[in-house]
C-alpha cells in the first residue's frame, strides 16, 4: 500500500465531553511529521485526545483527520496507525510472540509473514529472548515493550504512544527514545505523552500543552517559551566578572533582574528582550575586555514552559 | 532491551510491512474472520478459562452415563427411553446446559475483554467492527455446537446404551432413531445461535450481564405458563416445537398449537439475524473506557 498523499494530522474544533464532565475542548491542531509531546498533568485530555485520534471514542463535536483518513474508517486508518495504550492488559494466556503475531493476522498478514515481522518488532524492542514467555510472566518493563513492539509490529506511518517510557528502567528508556528518534527520521509522525519533561524535552520536534482540556500553548518548544511574554527569558552568562556584567545589563531597559550564579562564575538575566541583550552582551565584551565561557538559555526548556504555563511542578523527574 | 537499539535498528530494517504485500490469498475479511477465531478460541477455550464450560459439558454426559443404568424401567423399553431422553434434553440439556453455556461463552465474547481491560487491541486493528461481531459470534458458535453436540450426543448414546442390545440397535440403524438423534442435535446447534445472539448482545448492552441472563432464564423457564401471544417471544418456544418427542408441560401449562418446523426455523434464524444487526449498531458506536 502507498503511502496516503495527505502528511498530516489534522483536528478542527474538537470537543469531547463525558455526559457533563469537559474531556477536551475546541481543539484545533494540526501536526507535521516527526515528534509531538502532549504535555500536561493529570485529567488535562492527553489520553482523551489520543483515543479520540484513533476512534477508541467518538467526538462530540468537530473534525479529526489522520493522514486524509478519519478514524470513523477503522480498516483502512489502522494500516497507518499504531497505538500503544496506557492500558496495561493483554489477551489472556498468550506469548509475546503469539499476542503480536495474533494481531497481525488480523491485519490480513499470512501467518508465515505475521510471525516474521513479530519477530523483527520484538527485535527492534530487544525482547527476542521473551518471545516465548507468557506475556502474563513478564515484568512490568516487559509488557511495555511488547505493547510497543506490537504498536509498530505493521510499520505504520503514524505512532500515537501513552506514556511510553513508564515502567521502563533508565537503560530501556534511552534506547527507547532512541528507537522513537530513530523513527521520526525516517519521517514516521510519533505523539506521544510523558510526565517526564525532560526526556519530552531531549525528543520532542514540537510540544502540545494542555490544561484542563485545553490547549495552552503548541508549536516549537522555545518559539513557545518566547512567547511566554509574562515570564522574562533567564539567559546565563558564564565570565571572568560577572558583577562587571552585572553593573552593566540595566543599561537596557528590558534587563529585569541580574543574579550572580552561586559559584561567582556565572549571571543570570532576565530579560524581556532577549535579541537585544545579546547585542548589548557583545558591545560590554568588547568594551569591558570580559572572558565568556558560555551563553545559554536558562529556563528555555520544556519544564520552564510547563511551570510558567500551567503552574505544577516537574512530575516524576 | 539490547545495548544498542539504534545498531540493531539499523541492521535489521522493518520489512515492507505495508498490508497488501504480505496479504493471505483470502479475500481480507475472510482473513480476518479466521484470524479472529484462532485468537477467540486460543483465549477463551484452549486455556484455564474453558475448564467452566468443559465440566458442564462433560458433566452432564457424566450423569446420563450414571443416571440411565439405575432406571430398570428403560431396559429393552424404546418409547419409555425416549420420553426419559425427551425430558432429560428440555429439561436439562436445553435449559441448563445449552442455555448457561451459551451464556457463558457468548456473554464473554465482548464483556470478558471489557472486564479484562483488552478489547481496545481488537478496536485498533484494521477490522471493521461489524467484522470482529462476526468473527467472535462465528468462534462462540462453533465452540458451542462442538460442546453442545458433544453433551447431546454422549448423553442419548448412554441412554440408548442403558436401553440395551438388540432394542437400541434395532431402534436406531433399522428405525427412526438414528433421525430423531439428528433432529436433536439440530435443535441444540439451533439454540446455540439463537441463546448466542442473545447472549452477545446482553454482554455488549449490560454491565453486569448476570441479572439480564437471569431474567432470560426465569421467562424461558415459566414459557409453559404464558399464554399463545407470550409464548412467540421466547427461543424455547420454537425449540420445543421442533422436538421429535413431544414433553408433557404439566397441568398448570397453558397449550398453544407448536409452530410449524419449517416457520420455527426460519423464525429462529431471522431473530438472530435481527438481534446480530442490532448488536453490530452497538459495536459501530461502542467506546472504549473500561470504568
Not at chain 1, 497505538?83 to 503475531?101: A, H, K, M, N, V
Not at chain 2, 401449562?253 to 420455527?264: D, G, H
Request: glycine share 8%.
Amino acid at each position: 500500500m502507498d503511502s496516503p498523499s495527505d502528511q498530516t494530522i489534522v483536528l478542527e474544533d474538537v470537543s469531547k465531553f463525558y455526559d457533563e464532565i469537559l474531556g477536551v475542548n475546541r481543539i484545533n491542531l494540526s501536526i507535521s511529521p516527526g515528534i509531538t509531546s502532549l504535555v500536561g498533568p493529570n485529567g488535562s485530555g492527553k489520553t482523551t485526545l489520543m483515543n479520540l485520534m484513533t476512534g477508541l471514542i467518538q467526538p462530540t463535536r468537530g473534525r479529526i483527520s489522520i493522514l486524509g483518513v478519519t478514524p470513523g474508517n477503522p480498516e483502512e486508518l489502522f494500516r497507518y496507525v499504531g497505538y500503544c495504550t496506557q492500558f496495561d492488559s493483554f489477551p489472556r494466556g498468550l506469548t509475546g510472540l503469539e499476542f503480536i503475531r495474533s494481531f497481525l493476522a488480523i491485519h490480513g498478514f499470512s501467518r508465515r509473514d505475521a510471525g516474521e515481522l513479530a519477530m523483527k518488532a520484538l527485535d527492534r524492542v530487544g525482547l527476542v529472548e521473551a518471545a516465548n514467555l507468557k506475556v502474563a510472566a513478564y515484568s512490568k518493563g516487559m509488557r511495555q515493550r511488547v505493547r510497543l513492539a506490537q504498536a509498530i509490529s505493521h510499520q505504520p506511518s503514524v505512532m500515537i504512544l501513552d506514556e511510553p517510557l513508564n515502567g521502563l528502567d533508565p537503560l530501556a528508556r534511552a534506547e527507547t527514545i532512541r528507537l522513537f528518534r530513530q523513527l521520526a527520521a525516517e519521517g514516521l509522525h510519533l505523539i506521544l505523552s510523558s510526565h517526564i519533561l525532560h526526556e519530552l524535552d531531549l525528543m520532542s520536534d514540537q510540544v502540545v500543552l494542555l490544561n484542563n482540556g485545553y490547549v495552552v500553548a503548541e508549536g516549537n518548544i522555545h518559539g513557545v517559551r518566547s512567547e511566554i511574554e509574562e515570564h522574562p527569558m533567564q539567559i546565563l552568562v558564564r565570565c571572568d566578572s560577572p558583577s562587571t556584567l552585572a553593573a552593566r545589563v540595566f543599561e537596557q531597559d528590558s534587563v529585569v533582574e541580574a543574579k550572580i550564579h552561586k559559584d561567582k562564575l556565572g549571571l543570570f538575566v532576565k530579560t524581556r528582550d532577549p535579541d537585544a541583550f545579546y547585542l548589548l552582551l557583545n558591545k560590554i565584551v568588547v568594551e569591558d575586555k570580559l572572558d565568556i565561557k558560555l551563553v545559554a538559555p536558562a529556563d528555555d526548556d520544556l519544564n520552564a514552559v510547563y511551570q510558567y504555563l500551567i503552574g505544577s511542578k516537574e512530575e516524576g523527574s | 532491551m539490547s545495548s544498542d537499539a539504534e545498531t540493531k535498528a539499523e541492521g535489521m530494517p522493518m520489512p515492507n510491512a505495508r498490508p497488501g504485500s504480505h496479504r493471505s490469498s483470502l479475500p481480507i475479511w475472510r482473513a480476518q474472520i479466521a484470524a479472529i477465531m484462532r485468537l477467540e478460541i486460543r483465549k477463551n477455550f484452549l486455556g484455564k478459562r474453558g475448564v467452566l464450560i468443559y465440566l458442564l459439558v462433560f458433566g452432564q454426559v457424566l450423569l446420563a452415563a450414571v443416571a440411565f443404568p439405575q432406571l430398570p424401567t428403560i431396559r429393552g423399553n424404546i418409547g419409555e427411553a425416549n420420553m426419559v431422553g425427551a425430558n432429560m434434553y428440555e429439561g436439562v440439556i436445553l435449559r441448563t446446559v445449552v442455555f448457561f453455556g451459551c451464556a457463558w461463552i457468548f456473554m464473554n465474547l465482548f464483556r470478558g475483554e471489557m472486564v479484562d481491560k483488552s478489547l481496545h487491541y481488537y478496536l485498533l486493528a484494521p477490522v471493521r467492527r461489524e467484522v470482529l461481531l462476526a468473527g467472535k459470534y462465528i468462534s462462540g458458535l462453533l465452540v458451542s455446537i462442538v460442546l453442545f453436540t458433544i453433551a447431546t450426543v454422549g448423553t442419548l448414546f448412554f441412554l440408548y446404551l442403558a436401553v440395551g442390545s438388540p432394542a437400541n440397535t434395532q431402534y436406531l440403524f433399522h428405525g427412526p432413531g438414528l433421525i430423531q438423534v439428528l433432529s436433536y442435535v439440530e435443535i441444540t446447534w439451533l439454540a446455540a445461535a439463537g441463546y448466542g445472539a442473545f447472549f452477545l448482545i446482553v454482554g455488549l448492552f449490560f454491565r453486569n450481564p448476570i441479572i439480564p441472563a437471569i431474567l432470560i432464564y426465569g421467562w424461558e423457564w415459566i414459557n409453559f405458563l404464558l399464554p399463545p401471544v407470550l409464548k412467540k417471544i421466547s427461543i424455547i418456544h420454537y425449540l420445543h416445537s421442533l422436538t421429535p418427542v413431544p414433553v408433557s408441560e404439566g397441568p398448570f401449562a397453558l397449550v398453544a398449537e407448536p409452530t410449524p418446523a419449517w416457520l420455527a426455523i426460519t423464525g429462529l434464524i431471522v431473530v438472530c439475524v435481527v438481534v446480530l444487526l442490532l448488536a453490530a449498531v452497538r459495536i459501530g458506536r461502542l467506546e472504549i473506557k473500561y470504568t
